[in-house]
């Protein structure tokens, strides 16, 4: 996965999910090698745990998020690792069975917190909360939603009757936008005000921004950063932080075009069609 696996050396996989790449790395590292999981989710953290319990490998969990990897290095004095994996976005138990509203296919709170423990607004919250500026802002930018008004006036509008507590609710409002032309294109309609409401809610990309800002910090010299994103506006962030740090002659970047999977593997696994990937070294 471009991450240069060696036997004997500290990885971090930033987003550990349910724990898939995970495997992978530490099947690459062998018995002396060490990995640090961490992921926002306390839920899927467990299931991570379950799943790589059997490794005989050194790896160790933690509820953070990958942009506070700087305070763990520092808590244990390491000065920096040998490898950091991003994949962004959502794993698939939190779309298909964590009922914390991610999904617009069924009839689940509006939550869409990462950390569902945390203190931080729900998707709720913010519906109910937010003016029709605020709305029409994270819909448009953060879901580049080409009815993004049309849904902010109608969201302030359906909440004054009732407020927003359920993903159903949501995506009535949304078909409703839409008018009677109806669906166009291959996306559901509520495909990017979802992606929106999920990227506002957890501070996705203030949070992504920030460790690229840092990452150089938290890497050896020769260390290796992988990028997985799920949409340009992650890719894009990815690629202008990675490009000026190659400016600054602080990393190089191994994949100036990122990569893309094949159709197999999209065939293999279709939430990957979107997928972007970049490679980037620190420099000795
Ligand atoms: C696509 S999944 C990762 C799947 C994982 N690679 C696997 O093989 O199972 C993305 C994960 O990133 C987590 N996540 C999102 N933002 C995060 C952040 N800022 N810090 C840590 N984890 C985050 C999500 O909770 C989710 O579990």
Redesign the pocket.
Known sequence: MGLNCRSGRLYV??????????AAILDHIGPEGELWG????PE?LQTAATRLAHHTSRFQLFH????QLGELLASTQIPGVAGILL?????SF?LAQSQRGFSFAGDEPLDMR?NSEGSAATAAQLLNRASEAELERIFWEYGEEPRARRIARLVVQSRRRRVFQTTRQLVEVIEQAQGPGGRRGRLHPATRVFQALRIAV?L?LE?LATFLENVPAWLEPGGRLVVISYHSLEDRLVKHRLAAWERAGVMVRLTRKPLTPTPAEVKANPRARSAKLRIAEKMA
């Open positions: 996989d930033g987003t550990v999910g349910e724990g898939g790449h995970a961490l992921d926002r989710d899927v953070r998020s990958y942009a994949d962004l976005g959502l794993s939190q990462f957890n996705e949070e």
